[in-house]
C-alpha cells in the first residue's frame, strides 16, 4: 500500500486540522496531491447528493445531486478542499448552468486529468427539473466508468 509521504502533503492547508467553511466559490482553496498511481489510468468518482445554491434572481435555495467522475494524470484533488469548496456554493447565487460548469473548469484547471465530467442532476425549480452535463472529451480506452446511477427525475409518476 502507497501511504502519502510529508513530502506530497507539504503545503496543503486544510488537512488534519479545523478549516472554516469559504463563503463563496471565489474565496475557496482547491487543493490537489500527487496521483499515487500515476502509472496506471483509474477513474475517481466524487458524488455530493445534497449540493445547494441560491438562485440569482430570488436568493432561494437551490438543490442537486452532483456527481463528477475524472481520470487523474498527475494530480488528485483532495477531498477535504473539495468538500469545502463545494459547501461554499451554499450561499452563493448562481444559476444550475453555471455551477455546474463552474465546478467542472475549476477542478479540470486545477488537476489537468486525463478526462473529466460532471453530471449536475438539479431538483425542480418552477415544476422543471434541469440537468446540466459537461465532459471533456472521450475517455481513455481501458477505463471503467460506470454509469453516473442518476435516474431522470420522474417526480410523483
Same mark, same amino acid.
Given at each position: 500500500?502507497?501511504? %502519502?509521504?510529508?513530502? =506530497?502533503?507539504? @503545503?496543503?492547508?486544510?488537512?488534519?486540522?479545523?478549516?472554516?467553511?469559504?463563503?463563496?466559490?471565489?474565496? %475557496?482553496?482547491?487543493?490537489?496531491?500527487?496521483?499515487?498511481?500515476?502509472?496506471?489510468?483509474?477513474?475517481?468518482?466524487?458524488? %455530493?447528493?445534497?449540493?445547494?445554491?441560491?438562485?440569482?434572481?430570488?436568493?432561494?435555495?437551490?438543490?442537486?445531486?452532483?456527481?463528477?467522475?475524472?481520470?487523474?494524470?498527475?494530480?488528485?484533488?483532495?477531498?477535504?478542499?473539495?468538500?469545502?469548496?463545494? %459547501?461554499?456554493?451554499?450561499?452563493? @447565487?448562481?444559476?444550475?448552468?453555471?455551477?455546474?460548469?463552474?465546478?467542472?473548469?475549476?477542478?479540470?484547471?486545477?488537476?489537468?486529468?486525463?478526462?473529466?465530467?460532471?453530471?449536475?442532476?438539479?431538483?425542480?425549480?418552477?415544476?422543471?427539473?434541469?440537468?446540466?452535463?459537461? =465532459?471533456?472529451?472521450?475517455?481513455?480506452?481501458?477505463?471503467?466508468?460506470?454509469? =453516473?446511477?442518476?435516474? @431522470?427525475?420522474?417526480?410523483? @409518476?
Amino acid at each position: 500500500m502507497k501511504r %502519502a509521504t510529508k513530502t =506530497q502533503t507539504k @503545503g496543503l492547508t486544510m488537512l488534519g486540522a479545523p478549516t472554516p467553511m469559504p463563503t463563496n466559490p471565489d474565496e %475557496a482553496v482547491l487543493e490537489r496531491v500527487p496521483n499515487p498511481h500515476a502509472d496506471i489510468a483509474f477513474c475517481i468518482r466524487f458524488v %455530493a447528493p445534497e449540493f445547494t445554491s441560491l438562485c440569482p434572481l430570488t436568493a432561494q435555495p437551490d438543490f442537486a445531486h452532483l456527481v463528477l467522475d475524472y481520470v487523474p494524470n498527475k494530480w488528485i484533488v483532495e477531498s477535504k478542499s473539495l468538500k469545502l469548496y463545494l %459547501a461554499s456554493f451554499r450561499n452563493h @447565487g448562481a444559476f444550475h448552468e453555471a455551477c455546474t460548469i463552474d465546478i467542472a473548469r475549476r477542478i479540470n484547471a486545477l488537476l489537468a486529468p486525463a478526462w473529466l465530467r460532471i453530471g449536475g442532476y438539479w431538483y425542480p425549480r418552477g415544476g422543471i427539473p434541469i440537468d446540466v452535463f459537461w =465532459q471533456t472529451g472521450v475517455p481513455p480506452k481501458g477505463v471503467w466508468i460506470p454509469d =453516473q446511477g442518476v435516474p @431522470g427525475y420522474r417526480g410523483r @409518476g
